[in-house]
């Protein structure tokens, strides 16, 4: 199934290189990355196992968008959570992770 997804999506955006090219050739490839805004698939044995992407592409995948924090903000407000304290966030989660053990 991933390869299926891989295959469909990510190769037409990435380049695909295999492992053991990948582990000779890392520092020039870091700079592909880098400088092509191009990530890398690296493939064992014809199987997608990882991708090398750019940090700058991490960081938007990881984090985010200003968007989401907007709405996550306003939700806050409406429900009265935007005033908790960091005592009380600490409580409350407590308070679910013990309800959930006993689940």
């Given amino acids: 199934m991933a390869s299926a997804i891989v295959d469909e999506t990510l190769k037409v ?4 290189v295999s492992a053991g090219a990948a582990g000779t050739k890392l520092s020039r490839l ?9 990530s890398l698939i690296i493939e064992r044995r014809g199987t997608p196992t990882a991708i090398l992407l750019s940090l700058s592409d991490y960081v938007k995948l990881a984090a985010p968008e200003p ?4 709405l996550i903000g306003e939700e806050s407000v409406r429900n009265g959570t935007d005033q908790l304290s960091d005592d009380q966030i600490d409580q409350i ?3 679910a992770r ?6």
């Fill in 30 to 38: 870091l700079s592909e990355v880098e400088d092509s805004g191009r």
């Fill in 98 to 103: 013990a309800k959930r053990k006993k689940l």
């Fill in 67 to 70: 968007e989401v924090l907007r």
């Fill in 13 to 16: 955006r990435a380049q695909v």
């Fill in 93 to 95: 989660i407590h308070a």
